[in-house]
């Protein structure tokens, strides 16, 4: 959310920012209903201040013995119209308070220009895509092939954009996800969260998630929405919060599954596992203050780095142009793994600075050292650590066989009990 006093100093560059996402202007409208909202606060404060003073003037009229009734009169007139304005700004504070809600992000100056995905600049890259002695094949067929992925019994049971892991399949996501929990937690510094997965409204409106985004959320009949991904908990523990400088920075991790309807996404990846409406992923949550924010970004997209570097898949870290950056975002890295079945880079990774967007939104906030009154909002940061289903598509692919069976990267060994090969039974 957007610092309304910033939108009406700056409504310029308001328009600006959001040129650059290529969307409309919208400093006309929002200032229109700022101006609303003040001339009503206005004229609330003006009928106050009246009300006070023909109050006393009742006092002073009656002490004398003389009659008050005409200035009696305009105190009841008066209280019957603040009634009416009281509730008028309520509800204007309220539209203007939900438009807010729809403007996205102001991007970071250092977001490269562009309308779309095509503008992102490659920033480096890590690790040689193998050559195959034979034709690669896609997760999907590997999977099927070696009897370990069902999609058929999914579709019965859920429909589509499910399935079912087996047997080495579902022991090597098991292992991804604890492979990276223990990276993190043991190596960098982040604390594991449990959190829950069921939210309420206000949650997701804290982290941007709505009313943006309502079409892409599962929400429950007692009206708890499902969280699309761990970052809604994470953030929002912070929510309503004054922190102080000293618990800054604060880093959280936590696997869990994710729930997503995809409603943006026909007809995209209808084939496999990349695309699901429910999947798991590791988390990386940063809460900090402005001064520590751009490197604890640059500090968690090689958090992320480190555990496709450990499972040696090569991929790359590309910055996302001003058209791609999401809506609660003011930059975003993407890291993209090879898919040898693809013949491509695909996104296991987005990890992003939000600035005070959201903390904004949740009114999180920090009071700086040697201070007793003021307080700022902390930033907040997130990225996945990794996708674990994409994650194991990119073993299956990378690490496939000839004969169809997947090579288990040595990372991972320990945690399928020392088994190098998964072979169909």
């Known amino acids: ?27 006309a409208e929002i200032l229109e209903l700022d101006a609303n909202h003040r001339g009503v606060i206005t004229e609330l404060q003006n009928l106050q201040s009246r009300r006070n003073e023909a109050s006393k003037q009742i006092g002073a009229v009656k002490s004398k013995g003389g009659d008050a009734s005409a200035l009696m009169a305009e105190v009841a007139t008066i209280k019957d119209r603040m009634t009416e304005l009281e509730g008028k700004e309520k509800e204007v504070g309220q539209y203007l308070h939900d438009v807010l809600m729809t403007v996205p992000n102001v991007l970071d100056v250092t977001v490269p220009e562009g309308r779309d995905e095509s503008a992102n600049v490659e920033l480096r890259k890590w690790g040689t895509p193998q050559t195959f002695s034979f034709a690669a094949k896609d997760h999907a067929d590997i999977g099927q092939g070696l009897g370990l992925l ?22 090597m996501e098991r292992a991804l996800a604890q492979f990276m929990l223990d990276t993190h937690t043991t190596e960098h510094g982040f604390t594991e969260i449990n959190p829950p997965l069921l939210v309420k409204a206000e949650a997701l409106q804290g982290s941007g998630q709505l009313p943006k985004f309502v079409d892409d959320l599962y929400v429950t009949t007692a009206g708890h929405w499902l969280i699309p991904t761990s970052e809604v908990s994470l953030v ?25 309807s995809e409603a943006g996404a026909a007809g995209k990846d209808t ?9 798991e ?21 090689k958090c992320a780095e480190t555990i496709l ?17 999401g809506f609660t975002m003011a930059r975003t890295f993407d890291l993209e793994v090879w898919l040898p079945g693809q013949n491509a880079y695909r996104e296991i990774s987005s990890c992003s600075n939000g600035h005070e967007f959201q903390a ?19 930033h907040t940061l997130n990225g996945s650590g990794l996708a674990v289903g ?13 004969d169809g069976s997947i090579r288990v990267p040595k990372a991972l060994q320990p945690y399928m009990g020392g088994i190098d090969l998964i072979r169909r039974g």
């Open 390 to 402: 994409r994650t194991l598509v990119a073993v299956m692919e990378n690490y496939q066989e000839a």
């Open 1 to 27: 959310m957007l610092d309304i006093k910033w939108i009406r100093d700056n409504p310029a560059g308001l328009d600006a920012a959001l040129a650059r996402r290529g969307a409309a202007p919208r400093s």
């Open 236 to 260: 929002n523990m912070v929510a309503g919060k004054i922190l102080s400088t000293a618990e800054l920075p604060i880093r959280l991790t936590a696997f869990t599954p994710c729930f997503r």
């Open 360 to 378: 904004r939104r949740m009114n999180a906030r920090f009071r700086p050292d040697g201070e007793t009154k003021g307080t700022r909002f902390v």
């Open 271 to 279: 084939k496999g596992i990349i695309r699901q409406h429910q999947f």
């Open 281 to 301: 992923k590791v988390e990386l949550v940063t809460i900090c203050t402005p001064e520590q924010s751009a490197a604890e970004h640059e500090r968690i997209v």
């Open 150 to 171: 069902d999609f058929d019994q999914a579709a019965v049971i859920s429909g589509a954009r499910f399935s079912i892991l087996k047997g080495a399949l579902a022991c």
């Open 309 to 325: 570097q450990r499972l040696e898949l090569p991929y790359r870290v590309v910055a996302l142009c001003a058209g791609d950056v």
